[in-house]
């Protein structure tokens, strides 16, 4: 097994799991090289969010697509290159970011927001009523 092709299982604290696929470099498109952006993912009480590092892509080259039960973030990375100049050496233009993650059912697909700011992609993925944590208030007997 490559590690490109590793399936990792990230737990939540009950428990669920949330699955990320892949690692590192991802097979490209014709002629662009595919970027799996690094990661971080928290848990609250009401939701879980995703930190996506997404330097270079804007709103407008950003998708955030949900599949069942498989969520895919992605975009181009965008340059702004002075007109009439040629780069030399370039690694960063005709890069795009991929990423895969496979949801747990507790989590409400209906109400997933995303937004991204200073290149960092923040995924909002709100639990059901059912799996939210709720204090259960005590009577006196």
């Known amino acids: 097994m490559t590690e490109k092709d590793r399936v990792t299982t990230l737990s939540t604290a009950e428990g669920r799991e949330l699955q990320q696929q892949g690692n590192g470099q991802a097979p490209a498109a014709e002629g662009a090289r595919e970027l799996v952006p690094p990661v971080e993912v928290f848990e609250d009480h009401d939701a879980v969010w995703i930190l996506a590092d997404m ?11 949900l599949t069942n039960q498989v969520l895919e973030i992605s975009g181009d990375i965008m340059v702004d290159m002075p007109e009439g100049v040629a780069a030399t050496f370039a690694e960063i233009r005709g890069s795009r970011y991929r990423r895969h993650f ?22 909002r993925l709100p639990k059901t009523d059912a799996h939210r944590r709720r204090r259960i208030e005590i009577k006196a007997a």
Do not use: M, Q
């Open 55 to 65: 330097p270079g892509v804007s709103k407008d080259s950003l998708n955030v697509e």
């Open 102 to 123: 496979t949801l747990g059912r507790e989590l409400d697909r209906e109400g997933i927001e995303a937004t991204i700011k200073d290149g960092v992609l923040k995924v």
